[in-house]
């Protein structure tokens, strides 16, 4: 605990897991919402094919992985648009296809990255310059949330009202793929893709259980972020356990607490 305030590089490891943790935490709530669970989850498993993209056109792994996000809900965008698929059906089709091509290309671009470090997490795996970056990532998507929240929670909850107002709920729709890619990009390299959706979605879903106020809703789950985050580093370095699992266990840990509390106020 006391190593989070020292200038050691595990220092800056460790804030960069809590301002991703912040990040998530912040765009949680309206993702939960919207019920768009699934989407997190079809975009972080579609990014791995960004993992042979980069090394076949000589790119970072972020720059590579980022631009799949931005494909993948591009694509989502525009099958939801100009087909009558429902959205869990596209999500579906568009995961299972870029999850195909990846592998495919790992085999044929002989990738020998450890594919380990991108399915669960590794902290050793992120770079000790990315505090930096991430503080940026995380200010920025914080901003976005708290300036957007109001109206990216009524797109979710009266999406007809929203239109008989006049404005484009398509366009929200739009700004929340491209943070959601922007945060699941920076997230898997500490969570992995097969934990990180659990980064967007446990934080509102525990908020949910205490929380009666869309603010409280917001600032609860970004509190559940972060502390999850903290506790899970310093559990997963105590033990040596992996720290993408180690930080989901901390949140379902939130979550239960969280639902007990909540089902106590209602008796």
Known sequence: ?????????????AWSVIFAALAAGSISPVLVMHRMAFLSEAMAHSILLGVPLAVLFSL????????????V????????????????????????GALALAIIMVQREHVTRDLDSYLFGDIAFL??????PIIIVAGCVFFF??????????????????????QRAALFDA??????????????RVMGVLMVTALLVIPAAAARN?????A?????SIMIAALAAAAGFIACNASEDPPGPTIVVVLVCFFLLCAGVGRLRAR
């Open 210 to 214: 205490i929380c009666r106020s869309l």
């Open 145 to 166: 949330s708290l300036l957007s929240y109001n109206r990216l929670a009524m797109t979710a909850l009266a999406r007809d009202l929203v239109r008989a107002r006049g």
């Open 175 to 188: 700004m929340l793929m491209i943070v959601v890619a922007i945060v699941i990009t920076a997230g898997v």
């Open 127 to 132: 770079p000790k310059s990315w505090l930096v």
């Open 1 to 13: 605990l006391i190593a989070l305030f020292t200038t050691s590089p595990t220092a800056e490891i």
């Open 60 to 71: 970072s792994d972020v720059s590579a992985m980022l631009a799949v996000a931005f494909l």
């Open 216 to 220: 409280g809703l917001f600032w609860a």
């Open 73 to 96: 809900g591009a694509g989502i965008m525009l099958l939801r648009s100009n087909t009558r698929l429902s959205i869990d059906s596209i999500l579906g089709v568009l995961m299972a």
